[in-house]
Protein backbone atom coordinates (compact mmCIF):
# COMPACT_ATOMS: atom_id res chain seq x y z
CA UNK A 1 0.00 0.00 0.00
CA UNK A 2 1.40 3.14 -0.84
CA UNK A 3 -0.04 6.83 -1.44
CA UNK A 4 1.82 10.05 -2.62
CA UNK A 5 2.93 11.13 -5.42
CA UNK A 6 7.19 10.24 -4.92
CA UNK A 7 8.88 6.87 -4.63
CA UNK A 8 10.69 6.02 -1.68
CA UNK A 9 13.72 4.36 -2.23
CA UNK A 10 14.70 3.85 1.37
CA UNK A 11 12.91 1.25 3.06
CA UNK A 12 13.09 2.59 6.19
CA UNK A 13 11.54 5.58 5.82
CA UNK A 14 7.74 5.33 6.35
CA UNK A 15 6.36 8.28 5.88
CA UNK A 16 8.17 11.16 3.33
CA UNK A 17 7.60 14.92 3.14
CA UNK A 18 9.59 17.59 0.67
CA UNK A 19 8.33 21.46 0.55
CA UNK A 20 4.67 19.69 1.42
CA UNK A 21 2.43 22.77 1.67
CA UNK A 22 -1.56 22.67 2.13
CA UNK A 23 -3.86 24.70 1.18
CA UNK A 24 -7.54 25.79 1.46
CA UNK A 25 -9.65 28.11 -0.18
CA UNK A 26 -6.11 29.16 -1.88
CA UNK A 27 -5.09 30.02 1.55
CA UNK A 28 -1.56 28.29 2.25
CA UNK A 29 -2.02 27.20 5.86
CA UNK A 30 1.89 26.37 7.16
CA UNK A 31 5.07 27.18 6.03
CA UNK A 32 6.61 24.17 4.14
CA UNK A 33 7.25 20.94 5.50
CA UNK A 34 10.09 19.02 4.60
CA UNK A 35 10.29 15.36 7.32
CA UNK A 36 10.64 11.84 7.43
CA UNK A 37 9.81 9.13 9.52
CA UNK A 38 11.49 5.64 10.26
CA UNK A 39 10.38 2.56 11.05
CA UNK A 40 10.43 3.02 15.02
CA UNK A 41 10.21 6.82 14.77
CA UNK A 42 7.56 9.01 15.95
CA UNK A 43 6.92 12.41 14.91
CA UNK A 44 4.54 15.24 16.47
CA UNK A 45 2.88 17.18 14.72
CA UNK A 46 2.63 20.97 16.87
CA UNK A 47 1.15 23.97 16.28
CA UNK A 48 -1.98 26.33 17.38
CA UNK A 49 -4.80 25.98 16.63
CA UNK A 50 -6.28 26.20 13.23
CA UNK A 51 -2.43 25.94 12.22
CA UNK A 52 -3.53 22.75 9.75
CA UNK A 53 -2.32 20.01 11.81
CA UNK A 54 -5.49 18.02 10.67
CA UNK A 55 -5.04 19.13 7.26
CA UNK A 56 -1.35 17.94 7.09
CA UNK A 57 -2.41 14.46 8.34
CA UNK A 58 -5.75 14.40 5.93
CA UNK A 59 -2.94 15.22 3.29
CA UNK A 60 -0.91 12.28 4.19
CA UNK A 61 -3.67 10.27 3.52
CA UNK A 62 -5.15 11.88 0.49
CA UNK A 63 -7.90 12.66 2.10
CA UNK A 64 -7.09 16.68 1.15
CA UNK A 65 -5.89 16.92 -2.16
CA UNK A 66 -5.54 20.95 -2.51
CA UNK A 67 -1.28 20.02 -2.06
CA UNK A 68 1.98 21.19 -3.35
CA UNK A 69 5.35 19.87 -2.79
CA UNK A 70 5.38 15.95 -2.60
CA UNK A 71 4.76 13.33 0.05
CA UNK A 72 4.71 9.61 0.59
CA UNK A 73 3.05 7.00 3.06
CA UNK A 74 4.97 3.77 2.17
CA UNK A 75 3.07 1.12 4.68
CA UNK A 76 -0.34 0.21 5.46
CA UNK A 77 -1.52 3.38 7.76
CA UNK A 78 -4.17 3.22 10.67
CA UNK A 79 -5.63 6.93 10.31
CA UNK A 80 -7.77 7.95 13.73
CA UNK A 81 -9.44 11.79 13.07
CA UNK A 82 -11.29 14.00 15.73
CA UNK A 83 -13.90 12.02 14.94
CA UNK A 84 -13.77 8.83 16.52
CA UNK A 85 -15.27 6.89 14.09
CA UNK A 86 -17.39 4.63 17.20
CA UNK A 87 -21.13 4.27 16.10
CA UNK A 88 -22.63 5.82 18.98
CA UNK A 89 -25.71 2.91 19.26
CA UNK A 90 -23.21 0.01 19.51
CA UNK A 91 -21.03 -1.05 22.66
CA UNK A 92 -17.22 -0.19 22.47
CA UNK A 93 -16.78 -4.71 22.20
CA UNK A 94 -19.14 -4.68 19.17
CA UNK A 95 -17.40 -1.28 17.42
CA UNK A 96 -14.11 -3.05 18.12
CA UNK A 97 -15.33 -6.12 16.21
CA UNK A 98 -16.85 -3.93 13.58
CA UNK A 99 -13.42 -2.78 13.09
CA UNK A 100 -11.43 -5.40 12.79
CA UNK A 101 -13.87 -7.11 9.84
CA UNK A 102 -13.43 -3.37 8.25
CA UNK A 103 -9.95 -4.20 8.17
CA UNK A 104 -9.70 -7.69 7.03
CA UNK A 105 -9.53 -9.20 10.62
CA UNK A 106 -11.54 -12.55 11.63
CA UNK A 107 -13.83 -11.11 13.68
CA UNK A 108 -12.63 -11.93 17.10
CA UNK A 109 -14.83 -11.15 20.49
CA UNK A 110 -12.07 -12.27 22.94
CA UNK A 111 -9.59 -10.24 21.91
CA UNK A 112 -12.12 -7.18 21.31
CA UNK A 113 -12.79 -7.28 24.90
CA UNK A 114 -8.88 -8.27 26.26
CA UNK A 115 -8.36 -4.71 24.31
CA UNK A 116 -11.08 -2.93 25.64
CA UNK A 117 -9.95 -4.08 29.36
CA UNK A 118 -6.55 -3.05 28.95
CA UNK A 119 -7.74 0.53 28.45
CA UNK A 120 -9.38 0.62 31.77
CA UNK A 121 -13.14 0.25 30.33
CA UNK A 122 -14.10 -3.57 31.27
CA UNK A 123 -16.96 -2.68 33.14
CA UNK A 124 -18.01 -0.25 30.59
CA UNK A 125 -17.34 -3.34 27.58
CA UNK A 126 -21.82 -3.68 27.38
CA UNK A 127 -22.77 -0.33 27.36
CA UNK A 128 -23.42 1.68 24.09
CA UNK A 129 -20.90 4.27 23.38
CA UNK A 130 -23.69 7.14 23.10
CA UNK A 131 -24.01 6.56 27.41
CA UNK A 132 -19.96 6.97 27.19
CA UNK A 133 -17.76 10.20 28.56
CA UNK A 134 -15.79 12.00 25.81
CA UNK A 135 -12.92 10.46 27.45
CA UNK A 136 -13.81 6.94 27.62
CA UNK A 137 -14.81 7.20 23.80
CA UNK A 138 -11.66 8.15 22.83
CA UNK A 139 -10.34 4.87 24.92
CA UNK A 140 -12.37 2.79 23.01
CA UNK A 141 -10.59 4.46 20.22
CA UNK A 142 -7.17 4.03 21.57
CA UNK A 143 -8.65 -0.06 22.06
CA UNK A 144 -9.10 -0.47 18.43
CA UNK A 145 -5.61 0.08 17.49
CA UNK A 146 -4.23 -2.31 20.11
CA UNK A 147 -4.67 -5.46 17.56
CA UNK A 148 -3.81 -3.51 14.78
CA UNK A 149 -1.62 -4.81 11.49
CA UNK A 150 -1.11 -1.41 10.32
CA UNK A 151 2.40 -0.35 10.94
CA UNK A 152 2.11 3.65 10.56
CA UNK A 153 -0.39 5.60 12.70
CA UNK A 154 -1.76 8.37 11.75
CA UNK A 155 -3.47 10.10 15.03
CA UNK A 156 -5.29 13.13 15.18
CA UNK A 157 -4.34 14.82 18.72
CA UNK A 158 -4.41 11.63 20.49
CA UNK A 159 -3.96 12.54 24.04
CA UNK A 160 -7.16 15.14 23.66
CA UNK A 161 -9.47 14.66 26.52
CA UNK A 162 -7.56 11.34 28.21
CA UNK A 163 -7.20 11.89 32.20
CA UNK A 164 -3.31 11.24 32.97
CA UNK A 165 -3.38 7.87 33.72
CA UNK A 166 -4.82 7.26 30.26
CA UNK A 167 -2.28 8.95 29.16
CA UNK A 168 0.54 7.19 30.90
CA UNK A 169 -1.42 3.59 29.04
CA UNK A 170 -1.23 5.40 25.95
CA UNK A 171 2.74 6.53 25.89
CA UNK A 172 3.37 2.92 27.00
CA UNK A 173 0.90 2.07 23.68
CA UNK A 174 2.77 4.29 21.76
CA UNK A 175 6.40 2.91 22.95
CA UNK A 176 5.32 -1.12 22.25
CA UNK A 177 4.32 -0.14 18.85
CA UNK A 178 7.48 1.67 18.03
CA UNK A 179 9.46 -1.27 19.94
CA UNK A 180 7.22 -3.84 17.33
CA UNK A 181 8.37 -1.88 14.07
CA UNK A 182 6.07 0.46 13.61
CA UNK A 183 6.09 4.27 13.48
CA UNK A 184 3.85 7.31 14.13
CA UNK A 185 2.76 10.54 13.14
CA UNK A 186 0.36 12.75 15.85
CA UNK A 187 -0.57 15.70 16.55
CA UNK A 188 -1.05 17.37 20.03
CA UNK A 189 -1.32 20.47 21.11
CA UNK A 190 -0.68 20.11 24.75
CA UNK A 191 2.66 20.38 26.03
CA UNK A 192 4.97 17.01 26.66
CA UNK A 193 3.25 14.42 27.40
CA UNK A 194 5.38 12.24 24.91
CA UNK A 195 8.53 12.40 23.90
CA UNK A 196 8.59 11.38 20.05
CA UNK A 197 11.90 10.86 18.17
CA UNK A 198 11.32 14.81 15.98
CA UNK A 199 8.62 17.05 15.86
CA UNK A 200 7.47 19.54 13.46
CA UNK A 201 5.67 22.81 14.76
CA UNK A 202 3.50 24.12 12.50
CA UNK A 203 4.08 28.05 11.41
CA UNK A 204 1.62 30.50 9.78
CA UNK A 205 3.31 31.21 6.39
CA UNK A 206 3.12 35.01 4.83
CA UNK A 207 2.17 35.93 1.59
CA UNK A 208 4.89 37.22 -0.11
CA UNK A 209 7.24 34.12 1.42
CA UNK A 210 4.63 32.01 -0.67
CA UNK A 211 5.69 33.42 -3.94
CA UNK A 212 8.78 31.50 -3.38
CA UNK A 213 7.25 28.15 -3.00
CA UNK B 1 -20.22 -9.09 9.83
CA UNK B 2 -20.53 -5.94 8.10
CA UNK B 3 -23.97 -6.67 6.99
CA UNK B 4 -24.61 -7.59 10.57
CA UNK B 5 -23.48 -4.26 12.03
CA UNK B 6 -26.10 -2.19 9.84
CA UNK B 7 -28.80 -4.31 10.32
CA UNK B 8 -28.45 -4.33 14.48
CA UNK B 9 -28.11 -0.58 13.82
CA UNK B 10 -31.42 -0.48 11.74
CA UNK B 11 -33.03 -2.75 15.17
CA UNK B 12 -31.62 -0.18 17.49
CA UNK B 13 -32.95 3.02 15.79
CA UNK B 14 -36.07 1.13 14.55
CA UNK B 15 -37.85 4.61 13.44
CA UNK B 16 -35.81 4.40 10.45
CA UNK B 17 -38.39 2.02 9.45
CA UNK B 18 -41.72 2.95 10.82
CA UNK B 19 -40.85 6.86 9.81
CA UNK B 20 -41.58 6.08 6.43
CA UNK B 21 -44.16 3.37 6.64
CA UNK B 22 -46.05 5.59 8.64
CA UNK B 23 -45.84 8.36 6.13
CA UNK B 24 -46.61 6.07 3.54
CA UNK B 25 -50.00 4.96 5.26
CA UNK B 26 -51.07 8.24 6.57
CA UNK B 27 -50.52 9.30 3.00
CA UNK B 28 -52.69 6.83 1.36
CA UNK B 29 -54.86 7.34 3.89
CA UNK B 30 -55.50 10.96 2.96
CA UNK B 31 -56.44 9.73 -0.54
CA UNK B 32 -58.62 7.65 0.66
CA UNK B 33 -60.12 9.40 2.85
CA UNK B 34 -60.59 12.84 0.05
CA UNK B 35 -60.95 10.94 -3.06
CA UNK B 36 -62.74 7.66 -3.10
CA UNK B 37 -65.99 9.86 -1.51
CA UNK B 38 -65.50 11.48 -4.67
CA UNK B 39 -64.76 9.19 -7.03
CA UNK B 40 -66.03 5.81 -6.18
CA UNK B 41 -62.59 4.16 -6.43
CA UNK B 42 -59.39 5.49 -7.65
CA UNK B 43 -59.86 3.39 -10.99
CA UNK B 44 -56.57 4.29 -13.46
CA UNK B 45 -55.25 7.19 -10.95
CA UNK B 46 -54.24 3.82 -8.37
CA UNK B 47 -51.09 3.05 -10.07
CA UNK B 48 -49.40 6.64 -10.41
CA UNK B 49 -50.62 7.46 -7.14
CA UNK B 50 -48.78 4.37 -5.30
CA UNK B 51 -45.59 4.75 -6.94
CA UNK B 52 -45.67 8.73 -6.15
CA UNK B 53 -46.70 7.62 -2.39
CA UNK B 54 -43.84 4.73 -2.49
CA UNK B 55 -40.68 7.28 -3.84
CA UNK B 56 -42.10 10.57 -0.79
CA UNK B 57 -42.30 7.97 2.00
CA UNK B 58 -38.66 6.44 0.51
CA UNK B 59 -36.83 9.96 0.32
CA UNK B 60 -37.81 10.46 4.54
CA UNK B 61 -35.54 8.25 4.79
CA UNK B 62 -32.63 8.67 2.32
CA UNK B 63 -31.19 11.64 4.01
CA UNK B 64 -29.99 10.06 7.40
CA UNK B 65 -28.81 7.02 5.19
CA UNK B 66 -24.98 8.26 5.43
CA UNK B 67 -25.75 11.16 7.95
CA UNK B 68 -24.75 9.33 10.76
CA UNK B 69 -21.65 7.76 9.59
CA UNK B 70 -20.46 11.02 8.34
CA UNK B 71 -20.90 12.99 11.90
CA UNK B 72 -19.11 10.21 13.53
CA UNK B 73 -16.64 9.39 11.52
CA UNK B 74 -17.37 5.81 10.54
CA UNK B 75 -17.97 6.90 6.85
CA UNK B 76 -14.01 8.21 6.98
CA UNK B 77 -13.08 4.59 8.65
CA UNK B 78 -15.69 2.82 5.77
CA UNK B 79 -13.75 4.04 2.95
CA UNK B 80 -9.73 3.74 4.29
CA UNK B 81 -10.79 -0.08 5.50
CA UNK B 82 -9.42 -2.61 3.46
CA UNK B 83 -12.95 -4.20 2.61
CA UNK B 84 -13.69 -2.87 -1.36
CA UNK B 85 -15.57 0.10 -0.64
CA UNK B 86 -17.76 -1.37 -3.56
CA UNK B 87 -19.00 -3.57 -1.39
CA UNK B 88 -20.01 -1.13 1.19
CA UNK B 89 -21.88 0.71 -1.31
CA UNK B 90 -23.86 -2.08 -2.09
CA UNK B 91 -24.78 -3.40 1.21
CA UNK B 92 -25.53 0.07 2.27
CA UNK B 93 -28.27 -0.04 -0.15
CA UNK B 94 -29.52 -3.45 0.08
CA UNK B 95 -30.15 -2.14 3.47
CA UNK B 96 -31.90 0.43 2.86
CA UNK B 97 -33.99 -1.12 0.25
CA UNK B 98 -34.91 -3.82 3.06
CA UNK B 99 -35.64 -1.00 5.77
CA UNK B 100 -37.83 0.80 2.97
CA UNK B 101 -38.74 -1.00 -0.24
CA UNK B 102 -39.58 -4.53 0.91
CA UNK B 103 -41.24 -2.97 3.86
CA UNK B 104 -43.21 -1.21 1.56
CA UNK B 105 -43.23 -4.12 -0.94
CA UNK B 106 -44.76 -6.19 2.60
CA UNK B 107 -48.04 -3.36 2.85
CA UNK B 108 -48.67 -3.10 -1.16
CA UNK B 109 -52.16 -5.50 -0.57
CA UNK B 110 -53.10 -2.65 2.75
CA UNK B 111 -52.25 0.31 -0.06
CA UNK B 112 -54.17 -1.41 -2.38
CA UNK B 113 -57.02 -2.14 -0.46
CA UNK B 114 -57.17 1.40 0.96
CA UNK B 115 -57.30 2.67 -2.80
CA UNK B 116 -59.98 0.12 -3.83
CA UNK B 117 -57.58 -1.66 -5.98
CA UNK B 118 -59.39 -5.13 -7.55
CA UNK B 119 -57.76 -7.89 -4.89
CA UNK B 120 -56.54 -10.15 -8.21
CA UNK B 121 -54.02 -7.04 -8.40
CA UNK B 122 -52.50 -7.41 -4.93
CA UNK B 123 -50.40 -9.61 -6.49
CA UNK B 124 -49.45 -8.40 -9.70
CA UNK B 125 -49.01 -5.11 -7.15
CA UNK B 126 -46.25 -6.72 -5.28
CA UNK B 127 -44.22 -7.94 -7.69
CA UNK B 128 -44.38 -4.38 -9.15
CA UNK B 129 -43.24 -2.78 -6.56
CA UNK B 130 -40.49 -5.75 -6.25
CA UNK B 131 -38.90 -5.10 -9.25
CA UNK B 132 -39.04 -1.21 -9.00
CA UNK B 133 -38.08 0.35 -5.48
CA UNK B 134 -34.45 -1.11 -5.35
CA UNK B 135 -33.98 1.45 -8.13
CA UNK B 136 -35.55 4.34 -6.08
CA UNK B 137 -32.78 2.84 -3.23
CA UNK B 138 -29.80 2.94 -5.90
CA UNK B 139 -30.85 6.90 -7.02
CA UNK B 140 -31.27 8.02 -3.54
CA UNK B 141 -27.78 6.98 -2.42
CA UNK B 142 -26.38 8.83 -4.53
CA UNK B 143 -27.85 11.82 -3.65
CA UNK B 144 -27.69 10.60 -0.12
CA UNK B 145 -23.76 10.26 -0.69
CA UNK B 146 -23.64 13.46 -3.02
CA UNK B 147 -25.83 15.98 0.02
CA UNK B 148 -24.17 14.27 3.43
CA UNK B 149 -21.64 16.97 3.84
CA UNK B 150 -23.92 19.52 3.44
CA UNK B 151 -25.18 19.76 7.11
CA UNK B 152 -29.19 19.25 6.54
CA UNK B 153 -29.15 18.68 3.02
CA UNK B 154 -32.73 17.26 2.96
CA UNK B 155 -33.90 19.59 0.56
CA UNK B 156 -31.61 19.71 -1.84
CA UNK B 157 -31.80 15.93 -1.74
CA UNK B 158 -34.83 15.85 -2.92
CA UNK B 159 -34.75 17.98 -6.00
CA UNK B 160 -31.06 16.59 -7.18
CA UNK B 161 -32.65 12.73 -7.34
CA UNK B 162 -36.41 13.19 -8.30
CA UNK B 163 -35.72 14.20 -11.97
CA UNK B 164 -33.75 11.04 -12.21
CA UNK B 165 -36.76 9.04 -10.49
CA UNK B 166 -39.08 10.08 -13.06
CA UNK B 167 -38.76 6.75 -14.89
CA UNK B 168 -39.86 4.80 -12.24
CA UNK B 169 -43.01 6.15 -11.25
CA UNK B 170 -43.82 6.64 -15.49
CA UNK B 171 -43.09 3.03 -15.59
CA UNK B 172 -44.46 1.93 -12.39
CA UNK B 173 -47.45 3.91 -12.77
CA UNK B 174 -47.52 2.36 -16.32
CA UNK B 175 -47.44 -0.52 -15.55
CA UNK B 176 -49.98 -0.59 -12.62
CA UNK B 177 -52.44 1.25 -14.77
CA UNK B 178 -52.89 -1.38 -17.89
CA UNK B 179 -52.60 -3.93 -15.30
CA UNK B 180 -56.25 -2.11 -14.27
CA UNK B 181 -57.47 -2.11 -17.67
CA UNK B 182 -56.04 -5.23 -19.91
CA UNK B 183 -55.18 -7.34 -16.42
CA UNK B 184 -51.58 -7.59 -17.91
CA UNK B 185 -48.17 -5.54 -17.40
CA UNK B 186 -47.67 -4.75 -21.11
CA UNK B 187 -43.94 -3.61 -21.68
CA UNK B 188 -44.19 -1.38 -18.32
CA UNK B 189 -42.49 -3.98 -15.70
CA UNK B 190 -39.59 -4.93 -18.83
CA UNK B 191 -38.66 -1.21 -18.21
CA UNK B 192 -39.05 -0.74 -15.20
CA UNK B 193 -36.44 -4.08 -14.59
CA UNK B 194 -34.36 -2.10 -16.94
CA UNK B 195 -34.29 0.85 -14.79
CA UNK B 196 -33.79 -0.91 -12.20
CA UNK B 197 -30.82 -3.07 -13.54
CA UNK B 198 -29.58 0.69 -15.08
CA UNK B 199 -29.32 2.05 -11.73
CA UNK B 200 -27.78 -0.79 -10.00
CA UNK B 201 -25.12 -1.14 -12.81
CA UNK B 202 -24.47 3.51 -12.92
CA UNK B 203 -25.46 4.10 -9.02
CA UNK B 204 -22.62 2.75 -6.92
CA UNK B 205 -19.96 3.72 -8.94
CA UNK B 206 -21.73 7.76 -8.57
CA UNK B 207 -22.13 6.96 -4.62
CA UNK B 208 -18.57 5.95 -4.17
CA UNK B 209 -17.22 9.08 -6.33
CA UNK B 210 -19.93 11.10 -4.28
CA UNK B 211 -18.33 9.80 -0.87
CA UNK B 212 -15.22 10.59 -1.77
CA UNK B 213 -15.71 13.83 -2.44
CA UNK B 214 -17.65 14.41 0.55
CA UNK B 215 -15.14 13.54 2.95
CA UNK B 216 -12.15 14.96 1.22
CA UNK B 217 -13.12 18.50 2.83
Redesign the interface.
Known amino acids: MSLGNTALLDENITVETKNLLCFRDDRCLFAPISEEVRVGGSLEVKGRNGSGKTTLLRAL ?1 G ?3 QTRGSFSISTSFL ?1 Q ?10 TPV ?1 NL ?3 Q ?4 RK ?1 NQSSAFRNIDFVGLAEKADT ?1 CQFLSAGQKKKVSIARWLDSEKKLWLLDEPFTSLDTESSNVLVSIFDKHLVNGGSIVYSNHIDAVYTPSSEVRLEPVELEDLEEC | ?2 VR ?1 EF ?2 IA ?2 PSLVINPLMFLLMAVTIFAITLKPILGDMGRAAGGLIWVLVLLSSLTSLDSLFR ?1 DY ?4 L ?3 L ?4 NPFFLVLMKCFTHWCSSGLVMVIVAPVIAMSLGLSQDLYGSLVLCLLVGTPAISLIGLVGAALTVALGRGGALLSLLILPIMFPVVIFGGGSIDSLVMSGEFGGGLIWLFATSMLALGVAPIATLFALRLS ?2 I
Open positions: ILHRYGHKLGLDESMEVWFALNGAP | MLRIARNKDNGTEQLLGEVIE
